[in-house]
């Protein structure tokens, strides 16, 4: 369950691209707040931050946005955009959501001990990395994490395998692949096809 974290923006009025280099070049970040019934409003968050929300938080936690010109929201991070030199948060689309209401967020698929399938010389092939989670915001995860310490060749694990805490479900197609684990090919097989 991800707690939740609170972000101070302000208001953007001068919508212009110079309008937002300018902002990413004084360390803010742009933005904008949408959500169903609502007029979709452009802001900007410092970018210290942000980063620091996320890295205490989540990326998937509820965060309250303090803002002094209106009331505070309850919102989602539904999309983060990078620069494309600088690998540094270029924008944020913030989700308006209500604590009350299910929603759907991608959460990334992290595997565990997956050195242990290294050290065997076993082979994961990761067919996805990001599933669809619908339920209530603040009960999404920040990942979902797979186990591949008892794993061995010829496991398949599809979507309908994975766990999630109950009231939460995966919008995704049941017998969708996610991983499969193989043996490595034999330097002997590989030679013979080589001559």
Same mark, same amino acid.
């Given at each position: 369950? *991800?707690?939740?974290?609170? @972000?101070?923006? &302000?208001? /953007?009025?001068?919508?212009?691209?110079? &309008?937002?280099?300018? @902002?990413?070049?004084?360390?803010?970040?742009? %933005? !904008?707040?949408?959500?169903?019934?609502?007029?979709?409003?452009?802001?900007?968050?410092?970018?210290?931050? @942000?980063?620091?929300?996320?890295?205490?938080?989540?990326?998937?936690?509820?965060?309250?946005?303090? /803002?002094?010109? #209106?009331?505070?929201?309850?919102?989602?991070?539904?999309?983060?955009?990078?620069?494309?030199?600088?690998?540094?948060? #270029?924008?944020? +689309?913030?989700?308006?959501? *209500?604590?009350?209401?299910?929603?759907?967020?991608?959460?990334?698929?992290?595997? !565990?001990?997956? &050195?242990?399938?290294?050290? /065997?010389?076993?082979? @994961?092939?990761?067919?996805?990395?990001?599933?669809? !989670?619908? %339920?209530?915001?603040?009960?999404?995860? +920040?990942?979902?994490?797979?186990?591949?310490?008892?794993?061995?060749?010829?496991?398949?694990?599809? !979507?309908?395998?994975?766990?999630?805490?109950?009231?939460?479900?995966?919008?995704?197609?049941?017998?969708?692949?996610?991983?499969?684990?193989?043996?490595? /090919?034999?330097?002997?097989?590989?030679?013979?096809?080589? &001559?």
């Amino acid at each position: 369950m *991800s707690e939740r974290g609170k @972000l101070r923006v &302000e208001k /953007r009025t001068n919508l212009s691209n110079g &309008e937002r280099n300018r @902002l990413r070049k004084s360390g803010y970040v742009p %933005g !904008i707040v949408y959500g169903r019934n609502l007029v979709s409003e452009p802001v900007a968050v410092r970018t210290d931050d @942000l980063r620091r929300a996320i890295k205490e938080f989540g990326r998937n936690a509820v965060f309250e946005l303090d /803002r002094s010109e #209106a009331a505070n929201d309850l919102v989602l991070i539904k999309e983060i955009q990078y620069g494309h030199i600088i690998s540094d948060f #270029a924008h944020v +689309d913030f989700q308006k959501v *209500s604590l009350s209401e299910e929603t759907k967020l991608e959460v990334p698929i992290k595997i !565990i001990n997956k &050195e242990l399938l290294e050290a /065997r010389k076993f082979l @994961l092939l990761l067919q996805t990395d990001i599933v669809i !989670i619908k %339920g209530l915001p603040q009960d999404i995860p +920040d990942s979902i994490d797979i186990d591949a310490t008892d794993l061995k060749p010829g496991d398949v694990i599809k !979507i309908g395998d994975l766990k999630t805490s109950d009231g939460l479900t995966i919008d995704n197609d049941p017998d969708q692949i996610v991983l499969s684990i193989n043996e490595p /090919r034999s330097n002997e097989i590989v030679e013979e096809e080589n &001559e």
